[in-house]
T-cell receptor
Framework: QKEVEQNSGPLSVPEGAIASLNCTYSDRGSQSFFWYRQYSGKSPELIMFIYSNGDKEDGRFTAQLNKASQYVSLLIRDSQPSDSATYLC?????????????????FGQGTILTVHP | DVKVTQSSRYLVKRTGEKVFLECVQD?????MFWYRQDPGLGLRLIYFSYDVKMKEKGDIPEGYSVSREKKERFSLILESASTNQTSMYLC???????????FGEGSWLTVV
């Protein structure tokens, strides 16, 4: 069973702080990694994707990938109350069905983040 | 922008009814997916399709079937709804495997 693990939280940080969200995955062959944000009662929306080892920055968000350790993280700088949501890590696991190779996107359980004023 | 549209947002059905959930995407994506999301269980893949008239079982296909007659449309069918199928159902699409998937707004189904 290919798995994606996240701490469910809740993670609580003060406004303006850095929020650090972590995710581990089970398959060394994975090549694509995604972070989604989901507000209560809404569908997930993409924040970032990362394919290569190292850091990728987009505004206040930084994704970090370490394939050797099978670890991907999301840092949110200058956290705002509007960042309060559930953050889902998703990993594409190589798979095969009917003779066709494809990538199967598997989600972690999500980490609940609360940013308090 | 990618748009994935789930036509039924809120449904209440009786046990044993046949239920259709429709999903349409407007970006000519090859892949389409159906997930369900339940508290404490996260997002679970029911079925996916990587081409027209092709379908593959996900992690929890029991009690469900799907139909993809046209590239833009992917339907989820509950042949005989049961109370344990009360959930939020999310349709998604992606241009190909390994790429970003985009979600619809979700369909909240209650089976009574």
């Amino acid at each position: 069973q290919k798995e994606v693990e996240q701490n469910s939280g809740p993670l609580s940080v003060p406004e303006g702080a850095i929020a650090s969200l972590n995710c581990t995955y089970s398959d060394r062959g994975s090549q694509s990694f995604f972070w989604y944000r989901q507000y209560s009662g809404k569908s997930p929306e993409l924040i970032m994707f990362i394919y290569s080892n190292g850091d990728k920055e987009d505004g206040r968000f930084t994704a970090q990938l370490n394939k050797a350790s099978q670890y991907v993280s999301l840092l949110i700088r200058d956290s705002q109350p509007s960042d309060s949501a559930t953050y889902l890590c998703a990993v594409v696991f190589p798979s095969n069905a009917g003779g066709t190779s494809y990538g199967k996107l598997t989600f972690g359980q999500g980490t609940i983040l609360t940013v308090h004023p | 922008d990618v748009k994935v549209t789930q036509s039924s947002r809120y449904l209440v059905k009786r046990t044993g009814e046949k239920v259709f959930l429709e999903c349409v995407q407007d970006m000519d994506h090859e892949n389409m997916f159906w997930y369900r999301q339940d508290p404490g269980l996260g997002l679970r893949l029911i079925y996916f399709s990587y081409d027209v008239k092709m379908k593959e079982k996900g992690d929890i296909p029991e009690g469900y079937s799907v139909s993809r007659e046209k590239k833009e449309r992917f339907s989820l069918i509950l042949e005989s709804a049961s109370t344990n199928q009360t959930s939020m159902y999310l349709c998604a699409s992606s241009i190909d495997t390994g790429n970003t998937i985009y979600f619809g707004e979700g369909s909240w189904l209650t089976v009574v």
